[in-house]
């Protein structure tokens, strides 16, 4: 590593170390954070590691070791700390759903990164443009299962990577920004990103209807996957494996399609799914066998499955419409150009579409409190950019 005054990372294993760090960083009024968790490698992913550091101080905190985490919520929901992540969009959402912790005072340096012109705005491309800082990254242990202890010296220096540098990295960003009067953007946007929550996936009874490929099914078909992704789910629930581990989705699309034909006439299942998808065998000749054969069956026997009914879209483009779309799309890549950014941080596409349907839309959607899209910054900032392409538009539709 470079750059950082430390050698590793603290370890901390022990509640009552934790404890005592914990006190320590509620008095901090920065600190870099980031997680680990281990969704590559069972049934329902959950944190695994939480890296803390502070601009001298740097703790790995074992989540699977330390039961009572209540100071780190306490510390995540304090608006005294800023809180330095890295496209933490999904550690925000893990805290979420694993302990219920909000944030306040959240900073993301991959947003900010962005806001400042970055078109490669990962940690490692953002540390070297900003602060000449190199960082190793193992593809081996990003993939790694972080459940697993022992923890090694390699894995605790990765861990520890990610944080080490983040709230120099953060000041310094900061300092940019309010060079070119773009912290608000950026903090309004942190805002926003605060108050993420964890969403549950799709419920389970639909979740198959998900796989790549399953719209070409036809209602037999979809019978029979139907059955075999709830064997799939049963299975990698009991192994504790993510259930793409279990069996490929092609393999159970490709098994449900061949059942289906076949299993009408005299060949026997096994011989079938062991023909049709070579990536079940295993199943087959294992002692799971029995419970994928009894699932195929099942969805041959049952009734053809009926997809839910999809609500017909009118469709109310016009001609008129898409070009003034098209007119505000380069509107909007102009001002990105101007200000060297990514066009799409300029004004959500949802909302220019609003107004190309409804040129009289644009008024509501650049008010305040208007569309829920649109950031107050947005408005301050580019509101009237839309004025004479809506005249236009309207010109031309009337």
Known sequence: MDGGPWALCMLIDRQAAWDE??????????????????????????????QLATDRECFVLDPLAVEDLSALGTILADPGITKDGHGCDYDV?????????????????????????????????????YLGV??????????????????????????????????????????RLQELDRLDWVEEECERLSHTKYSPPVPEGLAFLRIKG?????????????????????????????????????????A????????????????????????????????????????ARRGLESGPFVRPERPRRFNPWTSESRGLLQALKQRRTEIGEGLSVDPSLVWPAPSLERMALDPEQWLRETAENGATEVRNWQRREFAERWADVMETGKAASG
Not at 108 to 126: C, E, H, M, Y
Not at 232 to 253: I, M, Q, T, Y
Request: glycine fraction near 8%; hydrophobic fraction near 40%; proline fraction near 3%.
């Open 21 to 50: 760090i914990a006190a320590q960083l509620s008095e901090q009024t920065e600190l870099a954070m980031d997680l680990e968790s281990n969704s590559l490698h069972a049934y329902r992913e959950r944190v695994c590691l939480i």
């Open 93 to 129: 959402r893990s805290l979420d759903r694993d302990y219920g912790f909000g944030f306040r005072d959240l900073f993301d340096t991959q947003i900010a990164a962005r806001f400042l012109g970055s078109n490669t705005p990962n940690l490692g491309s953002v540390l070297g443009d």
């Open 214 to 254: 399953a719209d070409r099914l036809d209602e037999r078909e979809l019978a029979v996957l139907k059955e075999m992704h709830g064997w799939r789910e049963e299975l990698a629930e009991r192994l504790d494996r993510p259930p793409f581990k279990v069996a490929a989705n092609g393999d159970l699309l490709e």
């Open 134 to 175: 190199a960082i190793r990254k193992s593809k081996e242990l990003q993939r790694s299962d972080w459940a697993r202890r022992p923890l090694s010296a390699s894995s605790l220096e990765y861990a520890s990577n990610d944080v080490q540098h983040l709230v120099r990295l953060a000041r310094t960003l900061r300092e």
């Open 256 to 295: 449900a399609q061949a059942a289906a034909w076949h299993g009408r006439g005299g060949d026997t299942l096994a011989a079938i799914l062991d023909d049709t998808a070579p990536g079940l065998r295993r199943h087959l000749s294992g002692g799971g066998g029995s419970a994928l054969i009894l699932a």
